[in-house]
Structure formats: structure tokens, C-alpha cells
């Protein structure tokens, strides 16, 4: 077993039904499985390895993973416009897999490529105008948020307060019930209703008394 394990078989195989459509995957499931993987190569990868970039300090990793996300940020603004057009193309999403795969593996470069052979060109162009337009943009932003200044800091602050609970509830620290609610007791399962912290019986009303 851990020699099969060890051997390159397993890649194969996974390789295989991943990258085929037509293999023992239903539509449905190879669809499914295929989209993750876009999601963890494009993505969840990067995301980890820009985090070991930052923390290590290492200069040319962080231009790297710069270039990733400014390329993989332009290819997913163009999908945007363009996914309800050609996504049902068959085999659109095993392409878009394999031009991840190309964008995030340092033997390709293809992020880089991408950057210097059209992202740093137009944008070299296009400098000024693009400076103009992404000036406004945060001019409106900060005067939005600035208008909105009340209902930010109310989201903020129960956002913090939100966060903080589960975190208390995660490590253990909240295990008394929330105020307001009331426990069973063994006295209403025999027919004598008690209140928390209170063991007295209710009196008994005049009927009771008749029985």
C-alpha cells in the first residue's frame, strides 16, 4: 500500500478524472470537482503562499505574488463580462483550470509574462487616465463612507461584538444559558412548575384544592 501510495499512479488517476469530463464522473460531480479546483489553485493557494511571503520578508516572493494577484485581478474583471458568454462552452472550465495552473506555477511564469507582455504596457499608456479615474472612485468612496458614518460604526461595532461572542463560545468561556430563557425542571416534568433558582412549589389554586 505505501508503495502504491508513493508510486505516481495515484496523481495519474486523479489527474485523469479531473482534466476528463467524459470519465467516471457524473456531469454534475465533474463540474463540481473541477470548480474547487479552480477555487484552490487560483485562489487558496495563492492566498497561503502570499501569507508565507509577507511573513518571511522576502522581497522577490512579495513582487511575485504582486504580479500573481494584478494578473489573476485582470483575468478574473474580464471573466465578469464574459462568463455567461463563452462558460457554456464545453470544457471552459478545464481550460480556465489549466490557464490557473499556467498563471500560479514558477516553471511557467505565466503571471509574469501576463504582467510584463500586456498589464505593464497598457498601464504604462494609460497612467494618467487611469490615475484620474481611480482618484474619483476614492473621492466618491470616502465621501460615501463619510455620509454613511453612523450606520458604519453601528455595523462595526456589532460585527466586533458578534465575533467576539463566538470566539468566547469557541475556547468555552460562555456556558451559562442567555438571559431570558427559562430551564425544564424535574418539577414540570410531575406536573410542578419551578423557575431557575427558585425550587419552591407553585400554591395551589382554589380548584386544586377541591380535588
Not at 479531473?18 to 463540481?32: A, D, E, T
Not at 503562499?49 to 513582487?63: C, L, M, P, R
Not at 499556467?102 to 487616465?129: C, D, I, V
Request: net charge neutral.
Amino acid at each position: 500500500m505505501a508503495a502504491f501510495l508513493g508510486s505516481s499512479i495515484p496523481g495519474e488517476v486523479g489527474l485523469r478524472l479531473l482534466l476528463s469530463p467524459l470519465g467516471s464522473l457524473s456531469p454534475l460531480s465533474s463540474n463540481i470537482v473541477i470548480r474547487a479546483s479552480c477555487c484552490s489553485v487560483g485562489i487558496a493557494l495563492p492566498v497561503y503562499s502570499t501569507y508565507k511571503a509577507i511573513e518571511s520578508k522576502d522581497h522577490d516572493e512579495q513582487k511575485r505574488w504582486l504580479i500573481y494577484w494584478a494578473a489573476f485581478g485582470s483575468f478574473t474583471l474580464v471573466e465578469v463580462f464574459t462568463d455567461k458568454l463563452i462558460s457554456w462552452c464545453p470544457m471552459y472550465y478545464h481550460v480556465k483550470f489549466a490557464f490557473l495552473v499556467w498563471l500560479l506555477l514558477p516553471s511557467t511564469e505565466g503571471a509574469k509574462q501576463l504582467y510584463m507582455n500586456h498589464l505593464r504596457p497598457f498601464f504604462q499608456k494609460h497612467q494618467a487616465r487611469a490615475d484620474q479615474i481611480t482618484g474619483m472612485a476614492y473621492s466618491e468612496l470616502a465621501k460615501l463612507v463619510s455620509k454613511h458614518q453612523t450606520v458604519v460604526h453601528f455595523a462595526r461595532t456589532h460585527a466586533g461584538t458578534v465575533i467576539s461572542s463566538v470566539q468566547q463560545l469557541m475556547r468555552g468561556e460562555i456556558s451559562a444559558p442567555a438571559p431570558g430563557l427559562r430551564r425544564i425542571t424535574e418539577g414540570e416534568a410531575t406536573g410542578q412548575e419551578t423557575i431557575e433558582g427558585d425550587s419552591k412549589p407553585l400554591p395551589e389554586t382554589e380548584s386544586d384544592k377541591d380535588d
